[in-house]
């Protein structure tokens, strides 16, 4: 393929090759997940990583003050007048000691990529701004997605803002207020489905088929491109190292694609000499690839995955009417879409996988909010994660740990407001009643 960017199917047995002018979430061949790829020489790409940090002094120019596209010689599949940009990824590293303290680790050595400070508060803006600007490269005017929450306030956030249509598929009853409230005031079309989120990936599959809608899923290739770029972040927050672990929490397991890939990426092109370890976490109520991966020993095995394992699997959660359930309503999924692509980041990476209970997530999440930034509960299995990685000896204490904090603490203010309010949680922070009355309200401050 001549072309400087590609999209190609990731079964090495397939290997189908197509423009970046068509859109679509799956290969038209044999069905497998596509990858955005490069003709590297033809890009441009800087020696050294370093050398994206001169556009800090050039942020007046709008793709040098966006998060994603100042690293665009690492993304570049379209043209700068499709770009579409709302200043997404304007995220920190925080090296954060009392975090540290609670998970076991030493000083200095934890640190915290809060992806909630993005324009819609989740990292999904991240992938959305790649996205839109494929959707806006082919000419789409409508789209849709299926969505716990953040990808449809995402989607809404940006379609609103390059004039395309939107529609978003969400589980009647499971999704967070602060999401739903995002979709539905930014304007989107929001559709309830009586059904979880993967009764809503499959719906939604089908209907943008049908009716030609541009899919914003991390099924969409492009999307991960732009999510590779949170890898990049990190880095550059580590004064361009780069660090020993990257702990993520997997739903749809688009993020761990996209870091995987990012990764491997910046190996082949020389520009870090070595590749982090990942680790994965699940919460228990959907620990699919937990199960698959650690159980069933499910793995990427150079691109000839057992379908096999993966088919009885589903099939056995179809026979039990399963369905997933947890706190981190962000991750409760138990049929993940980029499952394939994730147990290839997983290669790369040297990953783990875990599954951590709703009570150490709603604790790390108390943690966090205490010494950080604060974060939603799918962004704190992280840190429960990563304890329990420092308990079993597999995560040392003076390793560097970089943990991405996907979702903004508002997202779920019921299970915060839940958490500390009943007095349950290790470190709940209750309200005290007061009469109105100075001399007792005096009495109560500490
Ligand atoms: N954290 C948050 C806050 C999320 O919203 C999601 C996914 C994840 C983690 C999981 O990321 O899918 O890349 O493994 N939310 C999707 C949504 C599914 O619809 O908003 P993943």
């Known amino acids: 393929m001549a072309d400087a960017a590609y999209q190609k199917c990731i079964n090495p047995a397939c290997g189908s090759e197509f423009d970046c002018g068509q859109a679509m979430f799956k290969c038209p061949a044999c069905g497998e997940l596509l990858d955005v790829c490069y003709n590297w020489d033809s890009m441009n790409v800087p020696g050294k990583l370093s050398e994206f940090a001169k556009r800090w002094g050039t942020r007046d120019n709008k793709l040098d003050f966006s998060g994603v596209w100042r690293f665009r010689e690492l993304l570049s599949f379209c043209k700068d007048r499709h770009k579409v940009s709302i200043g997404e990824g304007q995220t920190i590293l925080q090296q954060n000691d009392a975090v540290a303290e609670y998970v076991d680790m030493g000083s200095g050595r934890l640190y915290l990529q809060y992806e909630g400070l993005n324009p819609s508060g989740s990292f999904k803006d991240n992938g959305m701004t790649a996205a839109f600007s494929h959707a806006r490269m082919v000419g789409a005017t409508s789209s849709a997605c299926a969505s716990t929450g953040n990808t449809s306030a995402s989607v809404a956030l940006y379609a609103h803002s390059c004039g395309v249509k939107c529609t978003v598929f969400?589980?009647?009853?499971?999704?967070?207020?602060?999401?739903?409230?995002?979709?539905?005031?930014?304007?989107?079309?929001?559709?309830?489905?009586?059904?979880?989120?993967?009764?809503?990936?499959?719906?939604?599959?089908?209907?943008?088929?049908?009716?030609?809608?541009?899919?914003?899923?991390?099924?969409?290739?492009?999307?991960?491109?732009?999510?590779?770029?949170?890898?990049?972040?990190?880095?550059?927050?580590?004064?361009?190292?780069?660090?020993?672990?990257i702990v993520v929490p997997g739903g749809n397991l688009g993020n761990s694609s996209a870091f995987g890939k990012a990764f491997g990426e910046l190996k082949q092109l020389g520009l870090i000499d070595r590749i982090p370890r990942m680790a994965i976490i699940n919460a228990t109520?959907?620990?699919?690839?937990?199960?698959?991966?650690?159980?069933?020993?499910?793995?990427?095995?150079?691109?000839?995955?057992?379908?096999?394992?993966?088919d009885d699997y589903y099939a056995d959660l179809t026979a039990r009417n399963f369905s997933p359930h947890t706190c981190a309503s962000a991750i409760e999924i138990s049929r993940p879409v980029n499952l394939k692509k994730c147990l290839r980041a997983i290669d790369i990476c040297d990953g783990v996988v875990r599954a951590v209970p709703d009570e150490e997530i709603v604790d790390a999440k108390a943690i966090i909010g205490k010494y950080g930034l604060g974060c939603e509960p799918a962004s704190a299995a992280t840190i429960a994660g990563l304890k329990r990685l420092r308990a079993e000896g597999l995560i040392a204490s003076d390793e560097r740990v970089a943990c991405v904090l996907t979702g903004h603490l508002l997202k779920d203010p019921d299970v915060t407001v839940n958490y500390h309010k009943d007095k349950q949680g290790r470190f709940s922070n209750p309200p005290i009643e007061a009469p109105n009355n100075l001399d007792e309200i005096l009495k109560l401050i500490e």
Do not use: H
């Open 170 to 245: 969400i589980g009647s009853g499971r999704i967070a207020f602060g999401k739903l409230s995002q979709a539905m005031d930014y304007g989107a079309q929001t559709i309830q489905i009586l059904g979880d989120f993967d009764d809503c990936m499959r719906q939604v599959q089908d209907v943008c088929t049908k009716l030609g809608l541009y899919l914003l899923n991390s099924l969409n290739p492009f999307r991960l491109e732009g999510q590779k770029t949170i890898m990049y972040r990190i880095i550059e927050g580590l004064g361009w190292e780069v660090p020993d672990w």
């Open 285 to 310: 109520g959907a620990e699919t690839l937990t199960d698959l991966v650690n159980n069933k020993k499910l793995c990427w095995n150079d691109g000839k995955v057992d379908q096999s394992i993966i």
